[in-house]
C-alpha cells in the first residue's frame, strides 16, 4: 500500500522510501563517522525521506521543509562532506523514481530544484549557527578553553568547506545585489575562473550577451521576492569568450523577516546535451541530400510570414522543378542524380544569397524558393529569372557534361491568397501551367485560368459518375444530299445534361475523356445507344434506310476488342450493319499498320462503314489510302468556311481549289465524299458545282434529340 499524503491521496510509496533511505543511511555511514547506530540512522533518513516527499506533492514552500532537513542533518551530526553532496545530487531523478507513487504537479523539477538549494543552505547555515554556538559556549565556559572553542570553529568550517568544494555540480552563492560571494571550485571548472577571481565578480559580469537582460529581469524579480526559485537553461561566458550551455536552478534565502538574503544557484553544464538537440533539430528541418532547409522548414516559415497576426505581408513562392530529371536518373544512376541535386541546390542557394531569401527542396528534384517583402510580382520574377539562369548553366558531373533546365511556377500572395494551402496549390498548378507550355520557362498564377482548370477538373472528376448516372444523351444531326436535299443519314454527337450546368457540349468533357481513359466507356455507350435508337428508325421507317454515324476516338480504335464490341453493339440492338458508319479521325487511320490495319478490315467485314473524319487537316498519307477499308471522306470544316461568301465571287479560291481536289481523289479512290459545316446556299451550291455527295451543317439543320429526326422522317418537306 502507498502511504497517505497531506492531501489525502496516495502520494509515496513506501518500500521506494525505505529503499532511498537504506541507500542514504549506506552511503553516510560509508563516508565517515556517524554518533548513531544502523538501525537509528536509518529511521532518522525515513523520517526526512518521507517529509521532503510529502512536502514535494503538497501545496507548501519546499524550502523551509529542506532547509529544515539540511539543519537536521547538521543536528544529528552528520556533517561528513559527502554527506550532503551525496544529499543534494540524488534528490533529484532518483528520488521522484524511487520515492515518488505519483507523477507529481507540473512544477516537480522546479520544486526539487528548490529543495536541493535550501537542504544545502540550511546545512550550510547550521553549521555556521553551529559554529557560533560553539563559540558563544566558549567564551563562556572560561578563557582557558579558547583554544579547544577556536579548533572547533576551525573543524566546522573545514567540515562545510569539504561539503561545498566537494559537490559534483556547481554551486554559487551571490548577495541580493548579484555580487559573488563564494562558488565552489565545480562552479570554477565549468567557467574557467579561479574561485578567488569569480569572488570579485557580479553575476551580470557572467550573462550571455544574447539573454543578459532578460536574465538580469528573472534575477531581479527573484530578489524581489516575485519568486523563490527559478530554473532555466542558459549560456554563461566563459573566461575564454566561449559558451556554455548550463540548466540553471536558483533559490531564494530570505532573513527571519522575509527580506532577500542570498541566492544560492545550482548548476550542470549540459552542453554536450544541448549541442545534440540542436543537431538533432538541425537534421529534422533539414535536407539530408543537400542541406537546404526542407518541407518542414519551409512551410513553418512561410506560415509565419503570412499566417500570423504580426505578419509582415506580401511575399512571393518560386515553386521550380527540374525538366527531364528521371531521365537523367534512369540512364546516368542515381548516385549521379544526387550529385547533381546538390550542385542545383547550391546553385539555387548562391543565387539569391544576397537577398538573403530561403531555399528549400521540396522532395526528389523540387525546390522552392520563399521571396518575403515583396512589393510587386516583378520582384518575384526576376528571382525566378536568376533562378533559370542558375540552373541552365552547363553542369559537369564526374565524367558527365549535363545540360539542365526548369520550370517555375510563381506565386503572389497578393493574388494567390494569404494562407500556406491557397499559395502551395496556386504554385503547384502555376508550376504545372509552365512545365505544359514547352519547360524551361516560368509561369505567373492567373486566378481566372485557376478557376477554368478548377471548373475543367471538377467536370473531369464527376464525368464517372455522370455516365453511371444516364446524364448522357445523343443529338443527331442530319446528313442530306447535295442531289435532291434528301436526308440520308444523322452523325451522333454526345452532350453532357449536367444537373448544375445544363447542356454542355462535347468541346467542354471530350478532351477531359480521352485524358481520363473514360472515353472508352463513354464512346461504348454512344455506340450503342445510337444503334437502338437507329433501329427504332429503322423499324418505323424501313424504306429510309436512315444511316447513323458514330464517332470512334483513337484510343478506342486502338482496342482489339472493339470489333467484338460493334458486333456486340449491332446484334443486341437489331441495328444492319449496313446502316452503322463508324468515323475515325485521319490521325488514327492514315498510317495505320499491323493490328490497327487489321482491325479496320474486321470491322468492315461485319458491313458497317468506315469514314475518315476531319480529312485534309492531319498528315494525308494519299498513297496508302487507297489500302484503307474505308466508304467515306468527311471534309474538314475549314475549308468548307473558306468558300462561305454571300455571293460566288466571295469565295476563297484556293480552298475552293482545295476541295475540288480531294473531291476528284475520293471519287478517283470510289469513295463517298461528306462536307462539314455548310452554313449558306452558296457553300451548298459550289460544293454541289464540285460535285461534293453530302453535307452536314446548320444549313440542313443543328444537331437534335432523336425526337427531332423522327419528325423530320415522318415530314421529308
Sequence with gaps: ??????????????????????????????????????????????????????????AEEPAAAAEEVGRSLVAAHLTEPGVIEWSIRTLGERFRTEVLAVAGPPDLDERLAVMRGALAAGFAGALRERTFVQQEGIARAM??????????????????????????????????????????????DMLGYPVEELRQLNVASLFHADDAAGMWELYQELIEGKHDAVRVEKRYYRKDGSAVWTDLAVSLIRHDDGRPRFTVAVVEDITERYELQQRLRFQALHDPLTGLPNRTLFFDTLAGLVEQPDAPGRVGVCFLDLDGFKAINDSLGHALGDRLLVMIARRLADCVAEQGYLVARMGGDEFVILVDGVTAVQDVI???????????????????????????????????????????????????WAKAEGRDRWAVYDPERSARDT???????????????????????????LLDGRMLAVEALVRWQHPELGLIGPDRFIGLAEETGLIVRLGEWVLRQACRDAQRWHTEFPDAGLV???????????????????????????LPAELLQLELTESAVMGSAGEPLRTLHRLAALGVRLAVDDFGTGYSNLAYLRRLPITCLKLAGPFVEGIRGTEPDDADHRDERIVDALVRLAHALELWVTAEAVETE?????????RCDTAQGRL??????????????????
Design 1 to 58: 500500500m502507498a502511504a497517505v499524503g497531506a492531501s489525502g491521496g496516495e502520494t509515496v510509496d513506501p518500500a521506494g522510501a525505505q529503499r532511498y533511505a537504506a541507500a542514504w543511511t549506506r552511503a553516510v555511514r560509508r563516508l565517515g563517522f556517524v554518533p548513531l547506530s544502523a538501525a537509528e540512522t536509518e529511521r532518522l533518513l525515513l523520517g526526512h525521506t518521507l517529509r521532503l516527499a510529502e512536502v514535494l506533492l503538497s
Design 382 to 432: 526576376a528571382v525566378a529569372e536568376s533562378a533559370l539562369a542558375a540552373v541552365a548553366a552547363p553542369v559537369s558531373v564526374g565524367d558527365q557534361q549535363l545540360a539542365v533546365s526548369a520550370s517555375i511556377g510563381i506565386v503572389d500572395s497578393a493574388v494567390a491568397g494569404t494562407s500556406v494551402v491557397e499559395l502551395m496549390k496556386a504554385a503547384d498548378a502555376t508550376l504545372y
Design 455 to 481: 471548373a475543367r477538373s471538377a467536370l473531369a472528376a464527376g464525368l464517372p459518375l455522370a455516365l453511371d448516372r444516364g446524364e448522357f444523351v445523343l443529338h443527331y444531326q442530319p446528313i442530306v444530299s
Design 548 to 574: 447513323v454515324s458514330v464517332n470512334l476516338a483513337a484510343r478506342q480504335a486502338d482496342r482489339p476488342a472493339i470489333v467484338d464490341t460493334v458486333a456486340d453493339a449491332l446484334a443486341s440492338s437489331g
Design 682 to 690: 452558296v457553300q451548298a451550291e459550289r460544293l454541289r458545282a464540285l
Design 143 to 188: 578563557w582557558q578553553a579558547r583554544d579547544d572553542a577556536e579548533q572547533a570553529l576551525r573543524d566546522s568550517e573545514a567540515r562545510f568547506r569539504a561539503v561545498f568544494d566537494g559537490a559534483a555540480i556547481g554551486i554559487g552563492i551571490a548577495a541580493a545585489d548579484g555580487t559573488i560571494i563564494d562558488v565552489n571550485h565545480a562552479f570554477a
Design 700 to 717: 440542313f439543320g443543328p444537331p437534335g434529340p432523336a425526337e427531332a429526326i423522327v419528325a423530320r422522317l415522318r415530314d421529308p418537306e
